[in-house]
């Protein structure tokens, strides 16, 4: 078993000369680990033929997982868990993120950090309850 692993970031909109982000994944130490969901989802995922190298998350008749699938999906089953899935898109996790970090008292320059934001625009996102 690794104790730490290596996400990399092809593309995305905070690299704007394309040369990719590789993010360093550390064990949690609590029932919930980033590390351990890994290492068990890598296992799942060496039942389907998919290399190494080949984007994290491939679907089992070889295709990748894209924004727009993600989003379809998601409305999907929040609809048949019976919420209003017109309220949720892509974004909504990077809210759920950034309203977590916050309720959670932590540092502006690292909330930034996590979700690779060079500005403040990061507090759009927050969606606190005012009480």
């Not at 000369?17 to 994944?25: A, E, T, Y």
């Not at 296992?43 to 290399?51: K, L, M, N, P, Y």
């Not at 993600?70 to 409305?75: G, I």
Request: charged share 20%; proline share 5%.
């Amino acid at each position: 078993d690794q104790s730490w692993c290596v996400v990399f970031i092809k593309v995305s909109k905070t690299d704007p000369f394309r040369i990719g982000c590789h993010l360093s994944v550390f064990p949690s130490g609590r029932s919930v680990c980033p590390v351990r969901a890994m290492q068990r989802f890598f296992r799942h995922r060496s039942q389907i033929a998919v290399g190494i190298s080949s984007p994290l998350f491939t679907l089992s008749d070889g295709t990748y997982l894209t924004p727009a699938r993600l989003a379809s999906t998601l409305r999907h089953l929040l609809s048949s868990a019976g919420f209003q899935s017109d309220l949720f898109a892509g974004h909504s996790f990077r809210i759920g993120a950034a309203t977590t970090a916050a309720a959670c008292r932590l540092p502006s320059w690292l909330i930034m950090t996590l979700g690779r934001w060079s500005s403040d625009c990061y507090r759009r996102y927050i969606r606190l309850d005012p009480r």
